[in-house]
């Protein structure tokens, strides 16, 4: 069995090739080609119904494509692996234990040791800053902190590919900032490739080394725009900076198009 | 973090209160509802409507009486048997039929139509159909109770799979969970609450099958005290095992709901 090391495991190429959906009578995905650099952090924009979480279950291997593949370090995707992990958009926290075993979960599937599941648990409980609600049960968490356990629970059985659904979508501003810093602290401790879907342009913008835009119906990969802002971005007060500005605003051209 | 934390304290757990997490004004209010019909009784014994209604003291006297006798326990124990071998039967059927029926959504959907016949058919029907095949034996009540109590429990527990939150379904696949460790790590779980109730449900009904049975076979159990005491006009007895009967059933029926309580305290309050 795997157990995790401490330290954090190369990451993954992730190549996307002509990859349709159909779902019904709407065509989810139509021909969409990319490719995201290992230990890159990309983020997937669109409007609501663009196809942007689909294409990203696809790259999780829970939606099987109609057309086209996905390799995943040159190998294609068969199903869900161990090599990545997810972040849900609400939690999906069990709700009858706790945040400890809750985050130990994969290990636990994996058949990982107690002991040593636990030790890893704690570990990225540490990471999301949550030490001390180890024993508490998810619903006596706020929704911040129940996606940060969501995220630890990710990164507790070390993916090399981290892939999340708009995990601050249902959380407040504030939150969603504090959040998005100690993400982007983690990810610049043990670098992972990073797939992250939002519908916030401004998240977008600050979290990503590239933004690949979406339209809906047909969805369509419209455009990649790369992000030349420097790291970490909290440190460099990247939010004030006008050149942040003017990549939001580039966003919202583009995608005020698509309504 | 300048997220706020919702930590409710431990809740219901305060061992002073008569009920767990009733306000101490509506404990005097169900004893007080209790005193009135109480008193209420006595009055109707003594006023002589019905030579048949014995006053609540001639009925608690009898029941002291009844308390202190062997029949009576030995009675206890005959129904206590069946209910135990019918009741076990039930749980022993129901909970992995159910389980299987909503891990296995075909199989669910053929099975279902007769399990809701059986909760919808009144069951006391197929009493004189089990005595003439099986004879009176505490076999056959304890068929009889399970005959009653298992299309709940299984019913329950079927819905109770159905359930299960799709994103944890989603979750655990995400996470290559093998179908074995879906069954037992989420299924299980999310379906504990449902499959209580059902316990709970089946239990009651495994006690109106019991009494039903044990009224028509007779020669058992509290049944039979009930049916001696009737026989014999001592009322105040009848009402006596009457009145015990109900009350064992209710401490079960307590104990149960207790047992719901501990394992379902993650519940948001």
């Known amino acids: 069995m795997t157990a995790a090391p401490a330290a954090a495991p190369e990451a993954l190429e992730i190549r996307v090739e002509g990859v349709s959906k159909v779902f019904g009578a709407v065509q989810a995905l139509e021909g969409v080609s990319l490719t995201i650099e290992a230990g890159e952090f990309v983020t997937f924009i669109g409007p609501s119904g663009c196809g942007k979480t689909t294409l990203l279950k696809m790259i999780a291997g829970l939606i099987r494509p109609d057309a086209g593949r996905i390799l995943i370090g040159g190998r294609p995707v068969e199903g869900p692996g161990h090599d990545r992990s997810l972040v849900f958009q609400d939690h999906a926290l069990m709700p009858w234990t706790s945040i400890l075993r809750n985050v130990a979960f994969g290990l636990e599937l994996r058949g990982v040791p107690k002991a040593e599941r636990q030790a890893a648990a704690r570990r990225y409980i540490a990471k999301v800053k949550l030490t001390g609600f180890e024993q508490h049960y998810p619903h006596q968490l706020s929704g911040g902190m129940q996606q940060r356990a969501g995220l630890a629970r990710a990164l507790a059985v070390n993916p090399r590919i981290l892939l999340m659904d708009e995990p601050f979508a249902s959380v407040d501003e504030q939150t969603r900032r504090l959040f998005q810093d100690d993400l982007l602290a983690v990810w610049g401790e043990e670098r992972r490739t990073v797939v992250f879907v939002t519908h916030s342009m401004e998240e977008a913008v600050y979290l990503s080394d590239r933004v690949f835009l979406i339209s809906p119906r047909p969805g369509r990969l419209v455009e990649v725009l790369e992000v030349p802002l420097p790291r970490p971005r909290a440190d460099h007060g990247v939010r004030g900076d006008p050149g942040f500005t003017r990549l939001v605003e580039r966003v919202w051209d583009t995608l005020k198009k698509l309504q | ?269």
């Open chain 2, 1 to 269: 973090m300048s997220e706020t934390i919702g930590v409710p304290g431990r809740r219901g757990r305060s061992k002073g209160r008569l009920v767990q997490g009733v306000e101490p004004a509506a404990v005097a209010l169900r004893l007080g509802s209790v005193a009135a019909l109480l008193a209420a009784w006595e009055w109707a014994g003594r006023s002589k409507a019905s030579f048949a209604i014995p006053t609540f003291t001639q009925t608690a006297l009898a029941g002291v009486d009844l308390l202190g006798s062997r029949p009576f326990w030995e009675a206890l124990g005959t129904s206590g048997q069946s209910l135990a071998m019918g009741m076990a039967g039930a749980v022993a059927v129901g909970i992995p039929l159910g389980l299987l029926m909503g891990t296995l959504p075909t199989l669910g959907r053929y099975l279902r139509v007769y399990f809701e016949l059986m909760i919808a058919i009144p069951t006391a029907a197929v009493i004189p159909l089990v005595i003439l095949t099986m004879g009176i034996t505490v076999r056959s009540s304890a068929l009889i109770v399970f005959l009653f109590s298992a299309p709940f429990i299984t019913m329950n527990a079927y819905a109770g799979v159905r359930d299960v939150n799709p994103r944890l379904a989603e979750m655990a696949r995400a996470f290559a969970a093998t179908p074995r460790q879906f069954f037992v790590k989420i299924v299980v779980p999310s379906s504990l609450p449902m499959l209580l109730v059902g316990l709970r449900y089946g239990l009651s009904r495994a006690f109106v099958g019991l009494v039903v049975a044990e009224l028509l076979l007779s020669p058992f159990g509290v049944g039979k005290l009930i049916m001696n005491a009737s026989s014999m006009f001592q009322y105040d007895r009848l009402f006596a095992a009457v009145g015990l009967t109900i009350m064992a059933a209710l401490a079960l029926l307590a104990a149960l709901q207790r047992l719901e309580g501990r394992l379902l305290h993650w519940r948001r309050p």
